[in-house]
């Protein structure tokens, strides 16, 4: 959550535990906007400084504090949306509902995504289409429990689950394990909403 802006020095604060966090927007940030309505990752639009507004919620990444415990950052994502790493445990493909369990909190997840949604960075056994997003359109039935996926989602109000807006799995199948601090880079990065160069 921001709490305030310096829109001289483009350093923001927002809320953390156990103290305040202070982030450097002064270099080559992107700025992403997802509306609150979106479906599909085709709705994301450019944002800028201009987009930000104490008391409302930001997703950042970039570089580790510096000396003087400031995050320096290269992405900046606004309405409420934010990456989450974890494996599949079951799913309910009627329902469009996906249960995983979060790679760096142990806790349970529920992700509501619908077809068009789905992702994988290899290509599905079988499939004749055209990558999109620089990634294959995948089915429920190509997903496996146990499966690492990373999902860009927000919460529903009022609800224990979480809007996918883009789930993407098949690192295993390319022996590729993702961390925490990598994910934003193989969501953000793969569809086109990479960090500034």
């Known amino acids: 959550m921001v709490t305030a802006l310096d829109p001289i020095t483009h350093r923001i604060t927002l809320a953390a535990m156990p103290a305040p966090l202070?982030?450097?927007?002064?270099?080559?940030?992107?700025?992403?906007?997802f509306p609150a309505?979106?479906?599909h990752l085709d709705d994301a639009v450019r944002?800028?400084?201009?987009?930000?507004?104490?008391?409302?919620?930001?997703?950042?990444?970039?570089d580790t504090?510096?000396?003087?415990g400031a995050m320096s950052a290269s992405l900046i994502l606004t309405g409420g949306w934010?990456?989450?790493?974890?494996?599949?445990?079951?799913?309910?493909?009627?329902?469009?509902?996906?249960?995983?369990r979060e790679l760096d909190t142990n806790k349970p997840l529920?992700?509501?995504?619908?077809?068009?949604?789905?992702?994988?960075?290899?290509r599905p056994q079988g499939t004749t289409q055209s990558p999109r997003h620089n990634m294959w359109g995948m089915s429920f039935g190509d997903?496996?429990?146990g499966d690492g996926v990373l999902v860009l989602g927000q919460e529903e109000p009022g609800s224990d689950r979480i809007r996918g807006?883009?789930?993407?799995?098949?690192?295993?199948?390319?022996?590729?394990?993702?961390?925490?601090?990598?994910?934003?880079?193989?969501?953000?990065?793969?569809?086109?909403?990479?960090?500034?160069?």
């Open 22 to 33: 202070t982030i450097d927007a002064g270099g080559k940030v992107t700025y992403w906007s």
């Open 37 to 39: 309505s979106s479906a």
């Open 47 to 62: 944002g800028s400084w201009g987009n930000l507004v104490a008391g409302k919620p930001i997703y950042v990444h970039g």
């Open 65 to 68: 504090k510096d000396a003087a």
């Open 82 to 100: 934010r990456s989450y790493a974890g494996t599949v445990e079951s799913f309910d493909a009627l329902h469009g509902l996906i249960r995983l």
């Open 110 to 122: 529920t992700i509501h995504a619908d077809f068009s949604n789905l992702y994988a960075i290899a």
């Open 143 to 145: 997903l496996h429990p």
């Open 165 to 197: 807006l883009a789930l993407v799995t098949g690192f295993s199948s390319l022996g590729v394990v993702v961390t925490p601090d990598e994910e934003v880079h193989w969501i953000f990065d793969a569809i086109g909403l990479g960090s500034a160069k």
